[in-house]
C-alpha cells in the first residue's frame, strides 16, 4: 500500500504504522509560532500560566511556549477517562492536580486534541471553581462536528475530521506520541492490537 510520507528518509521508518499523515511538522511549527505570537501579545504585561493536559499536550506545549516571549509560569495536570481505548466516556479522573494555586492568574490551558469535547469541558468547569482571574484553551486539534458539548477554544490551531490520528504528543495505546506529525494509523495497526 502507498504511503503518503513524502520523500523524508526519516519518515520511512514510521511507514509500516501510518497511513496517512495529516499535518507535517512543518505545517505545525508554524501554526505554533502563530498561535506563540498572539498569546504573547494577548498576554502582555499579565502574569501567564500555561496549564499542560498530560501526558497528549507535552510536545505542542514545549514547542507552543517558545514562541511566547513573555515571563511566564507551567503547571501540568494529568487526567485520564474512563472508557474504550479510542473514545472517552466523560467521566474525567485525576491523575495528578496542579502543583500550585490558581486564584486570581490568567491561566491557558493547553490540550492537545478536542475530540468529545467532554474531557476539556469537565476540566474548565473544575478549574473555573479555583476563580482563576481568567481562564482560555489553546489546542492543536479540534475534530469537526463531533463535539457533544458547546466549547470557546480561544486558540485552536487545527481543525481535522472526526478520525483517530497519532503523533505529535497523541497517542494509541501509549505509542506514536514521538512522531513529529500528526497521521492516521494503518488499520492493521488496530487489528494487531486486539487479536
Ligand atoms: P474528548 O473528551 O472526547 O474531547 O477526548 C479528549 C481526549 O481523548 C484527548 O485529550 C485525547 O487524549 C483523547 N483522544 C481523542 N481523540 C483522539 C485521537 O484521535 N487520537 C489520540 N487521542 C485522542
Ligand atoms: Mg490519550
Redesign the pocket.
Given at each position: 500500500m502507498e504511503t503518503k510520507l513524502g520523500d523524508d528518509k526519516s519518515m520511512k521508518v514510521f511507514e509500516h504504522d501510518i497511513e496517512e499523515v495529516l499535518l507535517t511538522h512543518e505545517q505545525i511549527q508554524s501554526k505554533a509560532a502563530e498561535l506563540g505570537a498572539q498569546i504573547s501579545a494577548d498576554y502582555a504585561g499579565s502574569d501567564l500560566l500555561l496549564v499542560g493536559?498530560l501526558?497528549?499536550?507535552f510536545v505542542f506545549m514545549a514547542d507552543l511556549s517558545r514562541h511566547v516571549t513573555l515571563p511566564m509560569e507551567f503547571d501540568f495536570m494529568a487526567?485520564s477517562?474512563y472508557g474504550a481505548a479510542?473514545?472517552?466516556s466523560?467521566v474525567?479522573r485525576i491523575l495528578k492536580d496542579l502543583d500550585h494555586e490558581i486564584q486570581g492568574r490568567n491561566v491557558l490551558l493547553v490540550?492537545?486534541?478536542?475530540?468529545?469535547?467532554?474531557?476539556?469541558?469537565?476540566l474548565l468547569k473544575n478549574l473555573r471553581t479555583r476563580k482563576p482571574a481568567s481562564l482560555e484553551v489553546c489546542a492543536l486539534?479540534q475534530?469537526t462536528g463531533?463535539?457533544?458539548v458547546p466549547i470557546e477554544i480561544r486558540y485552536k490551531a487545527f481543525e481535522?475530521p472526526p478520525?483517530?490520528?497519532?503523533g505529535y504528543g497523541?497517542?494509541?495505546g501509549e505509542r506514536f506520541r514521538n512522531l513529529p506529525f500528526v497521521g492516521t494509523l494503518r488499520p492493521d495497526v488496530y487489528r494487531d492490537a486486539v487479536s
Amino acid at each position: 500500500m502507498e504511503t503518503k510520507l513524502g520523500d523524508d528518509k526519516s519518515m520511512k521508518v514510521f511507514e509500516h504504522d501510518i497511513e496517512e499523515v495529516l499535518l507535517t511538522h512543518e505545517q505545525i511549527q508554524s501554526k505554533a509560532a502563530e498561535l506563540g505570537a498572539q498569546i504573547s501579545a494577548d498576554y502582555a504585561g499579565s502574569d501567564l500560566l500555561l496549564v499542560g493536559v498530560l501526558k497528549g499536550a507535552f510536545v505542542f506545549m514545549a514547542d507552543l511556549s517558545r514562541h511566547v516571549t513573555l515571563p511566564m509560569e507551567f503547571d501540568f495536570m494529568a487526567v485520564s477517562s474512563y472508557g474504550a481505548a479510542t473514545q472517552t466516556s466523560g467521566v474525567v479522573r485525576i491523575l495528578k492536580d496542579l502543583d500550585h494555586e490558581i486564584q486570581g492568574r490568567n491561566v491557558l490551558l493547553v490540550e492537545d486534541i478536542v475530540d468529545s469535547g467532554l474531557t476539556l469541558s469537565y476540566l474548565l468547569k473544575n478549574l473555573r471553581t479555583r476563580k482563576p482571574a481568567s481562564l482560555e484553551v489553546c489546542a492543536l486539534l479540534q475534530k469537526t462536528g463531533v463535539q457533544q458539548v458547546p466549547i470557546e477554544i480561544r486558540y485552536k490551531a487545527f481543525e481535522i475530521p472526526p478520525v483517530f490520528v497519532v503523533g505529535y504528543g497523541l497517542d494509541y495505546g501509549e505509542r506514536f506520541r514521538n512522531l513529529p506529525f500528526v497521521g492516521t494509523l494503518r488499520p492493521d495497526v488496530y487489528r494487531d492490537a486486539v487479536s
